[in-house]
């Protein structure tokens, strides 16, 4: 294995829990990652230690949380390659930093008679902002269509766009079939027809190497919890061109630079799109993550991937009646496997796995949408991360073999 995993696996105190006795297996990395010391430690050491609000104190403690604030800014633009930490804006998740470009991007920009270019493969959080905006502003909402082997079918590329598309949104990888979609040939194309192009980066930033600038979009949003992180952080990438020119979100603290009774001034990026107390202590701890990842090598943590991902698609495919889904070359996808198991309902599926300590996720997948392109009501989905081994697979089949077993007497 490329990562040495039972070395990284002592980082992480929650993997030495049992689940109804049996050692957990959580493969449940797609909906949230589980978090190393080093993350939870930088949480206790900042509110021990440096406790304080940022930007506004004269006094040590306000000066050293402002200080590991944005030192966590400027590692997260270091880690996707921005040009600069101005164009790393705080939020609270993905969902929110998609509805801050739609809202004030989106607002400004989007008319009547506009389009919007999305795929069927949409994260509801890439999916309902970009409706409310057109329904709002009677645009339409296109979706790319999907092979048989659920990639997107982008045989005729150049024509992909016309002249009302005014935004494309999609996920760099899909939550729930885990195809790897190529962002750069679209961002290439979408640039040449002056239509912005956003990144929905939620299951891209913790498991590839990203560069913004090499991938050529105009927006990259992901979350610090699906990459050893802390809930409660997001991000948003903007051009700092666009960034500028964009109105706030939210108004209040911070965000302002003079006020008076009849109005206001903004304050410059990134703090313009920064309203109120942002969350200090996660901001910094998820700066501990990127450290992390950083240590690791992202290069390293995606063949990691790729092997485990190569191992569970082979093992899982030698059970009989097994449904997968995505492309079937790991290459071309992330580490997510969702499948279908005979006649078993997945919520089912989940709820005999949990009983092996097998953490899974059933259902949907908040893909609604895409489930009904499939002709399915939900699939069972397995996700990896760099803790997971190829044993935790074998204890998946097994206990699949188990699920199939119970449901047959
Ligand atoms: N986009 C994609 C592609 C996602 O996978 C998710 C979360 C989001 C957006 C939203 O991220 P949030 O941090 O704002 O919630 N995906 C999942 C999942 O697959 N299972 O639980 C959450």
């Known amino acids: 294995m490329t990562l040495d995993v039972q070395r990284i696996r002592e980082d992480f105190p929650i993997l030495e829990r049992q689940v109804y006795g049996k050692p957990l297996v959580y493969l449940d990395n797609a909906a949230t990652s589980q978090k190393p010391r080093q993350v939870i430690d930088a949480l206790v050491d900042y509110y021990e230690n440096y406790n304080a609000n940022i930007h506004r104190a004269v006094h040590c403690l306000g000066e050293e949380a402002t200080a590991a604030y944005e030192e966590a800014r400027a590692k997260v633009a270091k880690f996707i390659n921005a040009p600069s930490p101005e164009s ?7 969902t929110e930093a998609i509805n801050l470009v739609a809202y004030t991007w989106g607002r400004a920009n989007v008319r009547e008679g506009d389009e919007i270019l999305l795929t069927q493969m949409e994260h509801h959080s890439n999916l309902i902002p970009w409706q409310r905006l057109a329904a709002e502003k009677g645009a ?9 082997s659920q990639t997107l079918a982008l045989d005729g590329l150049e024509n992909l766009f016309d002249a009302r598309t005014r935004i494309a949104a ?23 027809n002056g239509t912005l192009f956003l990144v929905d980066g939620a299951q891209g930033a913790p498991h590839l190497p990203v560069d913004v600038q090499a991938i050529g979009c105009d927006f990259y949003a992901f979350s610090a919890h699906k ?3 802390p809930t409660g952080v997001g991000v948003l990438y903007g051009r700092p061109e666009l960034l500028e020119e ?11 630079r003079k006020v008076t009774y009849e109005g206001a001034t903004w304050n410059d990026l990134p703090w ?56 079937p070359d790991p290459r071309e996808r992330g580490g997510v496997v969702s499948f279908n198991f005979g006649d078993l309902h997945p919520h ?10 097998v953490a899974i996720r059933a259902g949907h997948h908040c ?34 073999e188990a699920t199939r077993d119970f449901f047959k007497r």
């Open 170 to 192: 999609m996920p760099h990888v899909s939550n729930s079939l885990g195809t790897i979609n190529p962002v750069e040939k679209i961002a290439a194309e979408a640039r040449r």
């Open 367 to 400: 893909t609604q949408p895409l489930m009904r392109t499939l002709g399915v009501s939900g699939t069972a989905r397995a996700s990896f991360y760099v803790y997971n081994t190829p044993e935790e697979v074998d204890v998946l089949v097994e206990a699949l």
């Open 348 to 357: 089912d599926i989940g709820t005999v796995l949990d009983h092996h300590g």
């Open 88 to 94: 790393i804006i705080f939020t609270r998740n993905t």
């Open 227 to 229: 990459m050893l992180g």
């Open 272 to 327: 313009k799109f920064e309203a109120g107390t942002p969350n200090i202590a996660d901001v910094i701890a998820f700066g501990a993550a990127i450290d992390y990842l950083d240590h690791l090598g992202m290069e390293n943590v995606r063949e990691h991937e790729v092997e485990i991902t190569d191992y569970a698609l082979t093992r899982l495919s030698q059970l009989e009646g097994i449904v997968m889904y995505g492309p």
């Open 140 to 148: 339409s909402v296109r979706y790319i269509e999907l092979t048989d």
């Open 246 to 256: 964009m109105e706030p979100f939210l108004g209040g603290g911070e965000m302002i």
